[in-house]
């Protein structure tokens, strides 16, 4: 529940990240940017050993009822986020570290989901390779924290965390998630 908590303070949604039933949650975006920017945020947030698979679809959908679960989502997105994180797991095999994966629906308008998920492929491989501390400083700098504050609440110099973020790929990765196309839905 905080990671989403986490995820969602950081984006626009239309529908903030709930859980649904079992271990999944749903969210829905106006545009691709902020799920993909969701997705990063909760593997960020995630404790050091815990990890997910993302399917994010692209078209509409309608919400068909609701439980103590979250809202009941059907259509076109919804199905073609469900091909997506079986699309994932099958991928999985010759890339372990992959967790997210963007599919149209049949009938969206959308982005060149090659490119975005040839993005997602890269971005997932410097994530995974992320300890607990980089998976934190990568989120504090995501949250808009400065390096010192950063460095305050791990207990470590600014220069260590400097350090850290130059190395480890922090900020390929918050450089990437800062020029994510905006506007194109």
Same mark, same amino acid.
Not at 127 to 135: C, M, S
Not at 153 to 165: F, L, P
């Given at each position: 529940?905080?990671? $989403?908590?986490?995820?969602?303070?950081?984006?626009?949604?239309?529908?903030?990240?709930?859980?649904?039933?079992?271990?999944?949650?749903?969210?829905?975006?106006?545009? @691709?940017?902020?799920? #993909?920017?969701?997705?990063?945020?909760?593997? #960020?947030?995630?404790?050091?050993? #815990?990890?997910?698979?993302?399917?994010?679809?692209?078209?509409?959908?309608?919400?068909?009822?609701?439980?103590? =679960?979250? $809202?009941?989502?059907?259509?076109?997105?919804?199905?073609?986020? +469900?091909?997506?994180?079986?699309?994932?797991?099958?991928?999985? !095999?010759?890339?372990?570290? %992959?967790?997210? !994966?963007? /599919?149209?629906?049949?009938?969206?308008?959308?982005?060149?989901?090659? %490119?975005?998920?040839? =993005? @997602?492929?890269? +971005?997932?491989? &410097?994530?995974? *390779?992320?300890?607990? !501390? %980089?998976?934190?400083?990568?989120? *504090?700098? %995501?949250?808009?924290?400065?390096?010192?504050? &950063?460095?305050?609440?791990?207990? &470590?110099?600014?220069?260590?965390?400097?350090? +850290?973020?130059?190395?480890?790929? /922090? +900020?390929? @990765?918050?450089?990437?998630?800062?020029?994510?196309? !905006? *506007?194109?839905?």
């Amino acid at each position: 529940m905080r990671a $989403l908590e986490v995820a969602d303070a950081g984006v626009t949604s239309i529908q903030r990240p709930e859980p649904t039933i079992g271990d999944e949650f749903q969210s829905v975006h106006a545009e @691709l940017a902020d799920a #993909l920017v969701v997705t990063v945020l909760v593997r #960020l947030a995630l404790p050091e050993e #815990l990890d997910v698979r993302f399917g994010i679809g692209i078209g509409t959908l309608e919400v068909v009822g609701s439980s103590p =679960y979250g $809202l009941t989502q059907d259509g076109p997105a919804w199905w073609a986020a +469900r091909q997506a994180v079986v699309e994932v797991g099958e991928r999985q !095999r010759s890339m372990p570290h %992959l967790r997210t !994966r963007v /599919v149209p629906a049949p009938t969206a308008a959308s982005p060149d989901t090659g %490119l975005v998920n040839a =993005y @997602l492929e890269t +971005r997932d491989f &410097i994530v995974t *390779g992320f300890d607990g !501390r %980089l998976r934190r400083i990568a989120a *504090g700098l %995501l949250a808009g924290r400065s390096i010192g504050q &950063i460095a305050d609440s791990e207990g &470590i110099s600014a220069s260590a965390v400097s350090q +850290r973020v130059r190395r480890g790929g /922090v +900020r390929a @990765l918050t450089e990437s998630v800062a020029h994510l196309p !905006r *506007g194109a839905s």
